[in-house]
């Protein structure tokens, strides 16, 4: 009796999983264990390896010569460049295996450019760009774009970006000036100079739009950190790099934008539910954070699919 199915198998490859979702296809010499999950509309190309502990949304594309072994998981839209390499076990030796495998994840919407290679026990963020032949060593946050050995982040996707723009969309008068971001607000501040130093100041309320009730420093940063990667429920923040330059992402759920902070006459305002990242320290970098509330765990959100989903709330 002839087999019914609503998803394609190449006659030269061997799929033995029947768990396969509707539209997918599976091109020549792929092999797909019994025990691996394929959802909907996924591409399969030629060469490729699924072990058994393996799941993979719908809508993802799997390129020529990648294997994905137990304890790998891909979730939807979700694109792997040719040679892709996964690992699951840190201390691999002939004939000796873990007690388990380290679980993989790959969120939705990521991309694995070609010859990237993945440690095992990570997580690859939504929408993250992995670049070609990137090692990635540790996991990377939502968006981020990575790239080099090890991997190290150097840009966040669908960003406007405020590089080199910043002095132009600044105001000549002291004052803020609006972003893209909702509330976010981009500040000069007043400066005099002569030939004694320099001096830049801000009032509260007037520069700073919030009474301050505390402030902390952050430095000597290895320029590979990030930092940030968080939202305020109720906490107002504004951010000058007072030595050096810090990159700072501004995120409202909706839209996302980048600015530079080089000197001390130059602020971001950082709302609450506004998601927040600062990265690319310079060597000599130190950010003054000024908050509007003593310290409060609760006051966190860490998890960028948590404030997506009270945003959209």
Same mark, same amino acid.
Request: aromatic share 8%; proline share 5%.
């Given at each position: 009796?002839?087999?019914?199915?609503?998803?394609?198998?190449?006659? #030269?490859?061997?799929?033995?999983?029947?768990?396969?979702? %509707?539209?997918?296809?599976?091109?020549?010499?792929?092999?797909?264990?019994?025990?691996?999950?394929?959802?909907?509309?996924?591409?399969?190309?030629?060469?490729?390896?699924?072990?058994?502990?393996?799941?993979?949304?719908?809508?993802?594309?799997?390129?020529?010569?990648? #294997?994905?072994?137990?304890?790998?998981?891909?979730?939807?839209?979700?694109?792997?460049?040719?040679?892709?390499?996964?690992?699951?076990?840190?201390?691999?030796?002939?004939?000796?295996?873990?007690?388990?495998?380290?679980?993989?994840?790959?969120?939705?919407?990521?991309?694995?450019?070609?010859?990237?290679?993945?440690?095992?026990?990570?997580?690859?963020?939504?929408?993250?760009?992995?670049?070609?032949?990137?090692?990635?060593?540790?996991?990377?946050?939502?968006?981020?774009?990575?790239?080099?050995?090890?991997?190290?982040?150097?840009?966040?996707?669908?960003?406007?970006?405020?590089?080199?723009?910043?002095?132009?969309?600044?105001?000549?008068?002291?004052?803020?000036?609006?972003?893209?971001?909702?509330?976010?607000?981009?500040?000069?501040?007043?400066?005099?100079?002569?030939?004694?130093?320099?001096? %830049?100041?801000?009032?509260?309320?007037?520069?700073?739009?919030?009474?301050?009730?505390?402030?902390?420093?952050?430095?000597?940063?290895?320029?590979?950190?990030?930092?940030?990667?968080?939202?305020?429920?109720?906490?107002? #923040?504004?951010?000058?790099?007072?030595?050096? %330059?810090?990159?700072?992402?501004?995120?409202?759920?909706? %839209?996302?934008?980048?600015?530079?902070?080089?000197?001390?006459?130059?602020?971001?305002?950082?709302?609450?539910?506004?998601?927040?990242?600062?990265?690319?320290?310079?060597?000599?970098?130190?950010?003054?954070?000024?908050?509007?509330?003593?310290?409060?765990?609760?006051?966190?959100?860490?998890?960028?699919?948590?404030?997506?989903?009270?945003?959209?709330?």
């Amino acid at each position: 009796m002839t087999e019914l199915r609503d998803y394609f198998v190449h006659p #030269q490859a061997l799929c033995e999983s029947t768990t396969i979702g %509707s539209g997918t296809r599976i091109w020549a010499f792929a092999h797909v264990l019994p025990g691996a999950a394929i959802g909907r509309d996924c591409n399969v190309c030629d060469h490729v390896f699924i072990e058994n502990d393996v799941h993979v949304g719908n809508r993802v594309t799997l390129k020529c010569g990648v #294997q994905l072994w137990d304890g790998v998981t891909l979730e939807d839209d979700v694109f792997v460049g040719p040679n892709v390499s996964f690992t699951n076990d840190r201390f691999p030796r002939s004939k000796v295996y873990p007690e388990s495998f380290a679980r993989t994840l790959i969120r939705s919407g990521a991309s694995l450019g070609a010859n990237a290679t993945i440690l095992p026990g990570l997580t690859i963020g939504a929408n993250a760009m992995i670049g070609a032949g990137a090692v990635v060593t540790r996991s990377v946050p939502a968006n981020a774009i990575v790239v080099g050995n090890p991997a190290k982040i150097v840009g966040y996707v669908e960003t406007t970006s405020s590089l080199g723009e910043a002095e132009k969309r600044l105001p000549v008068e002291v004052g803020a000036t609006a972003t893209s971001v909702k509330g976010v607000t981009l500040h000069r501040l007043a400066e005099v100079a002569d030939m004694r130093g320099n001096l %830049s100041v801000g009032e509260c309320k007037r520069d700073i739009p919030f009474d301050v009730q505390r402030y902390f420093l952050v430095y000597d940063v290895p320029t590979a950190e990030t930092r940030g990667e968080h939202a305020h429920i109720r906490c107002h #923040q504004f951010l000058v790099a007072i030595r050096g %330059s810090v990159h700072v992402v501004a995120d409202d759920g909706v %839209s996302r934008e980048e600015f530079v902070l080089n000197r001390p006459s130059v602020g971001v305002y950082l709302p609450p539910m506004t998601w927040g990242i600062q990265y690319r320290y310079s060597s000599d970098a130190m950010l003054l954070v000024l908050a509007s509330d003593s310290y409060d765990p609760a006051d966190y959100i860490r998890s960028y699919d948590e404030f997506i989903a009270r945003v959209r709330a």
